[in-house]
C-alpha cells in the first residue's frame, strides 16, 4: 500500500552547504521529518554544485518519512551565472546591469525547460526574458 503524504514542502538552499539555521530549521522542524538526515542526503547530493541555490522539493509522509526531487536552480541565478553577477539590480528601470543576447536566454530557457510550467521553448524564453527585465538585465534582439 502507498504511503499517504502529509504535505509536500518546495525549499530553496544553497547546495552542498544547507545548515538547520533559520529558515531552513523550522520549516523541517514543524514537518516533523528528521531534519538532520535531509540536510545530510541535499549537502551530499548537491556537494557538487557548491555556490549554487538548488531548489528541492521535499514530500512528507504520514509516518514522517520524505523523498525529495532536486530541481535546476532558479532562472535568476542562471542569469546571473551567465553574466558573472553577485545580484540584480535595485531599480531594473534605470540601473542596467548586464546585457544577454537573445542565444544565451534561448540557452537558459533550454536548460531551465523541465522544470517550467510550459513545454513551449518560445514561451520558456518569454519567461526568461521577463526575469532578466526585472533583474536590470537588457536582452539583445
Given at each position: ?6 504535505q509536500?514542502?518546495?525549499l530553496?538552499?544553497p547546495?552542498g552547504?544547507a ?9 523541517l ?6 531534519m ?27 509516518d ?6 532536486l ?13 558573472k ?5 535595485s ?9 544577454l543576447?537573445?542565444d544565451?536566454?534561448?540557452?537558459i ?15 520558456a ?8 527585465r ?5 536582452v539583445?534582439?
Open positions: 500500500m502507498a504511503k499517504k503524504v502529509q509536500v514542502l518546495k530553496n538552499l547546495a552547504a545548515t538547520p539555521a533559520p529558515p531552513i530549521g523550522p520549516i522542524g514543524q514537518a516533523g521529518i528528521n538532520m538526515e535531509f540536510l545530510k542526503q541535499y549537502n551530499d547530493e548537491t556537494k557538487d554544485k557548491r555556490g549554487q541555490v538548488i531548489p528541492a522539493e521535499v514530500t512528507v509522509y504520514q514522517k518519512s520524505f523523498t525529495f526531487v530541481k535546476l536552480p532558479p532562472v535568476s541565478d542562471l542569469i546571473k551565472q551567465q553574466l553577477l553577485q545580484k540584480g539590480s531599480d531594473p528601470k534605470k540601473d542596467i546591469v548586464g546585457e543576447t537573445i544565451q536566454v534561448k540557452a530557457a533550454e536548460k531551465k525547460l523541465p522544470d517550467l510550467n510550459t513545454t513551449n521553448l518560445e514561451n524564453i518569454n519567461t526568461v526574458s521577463g526575469t532578466a526585472s533583474m536590470g538585465v537588457k539583445k534582439e
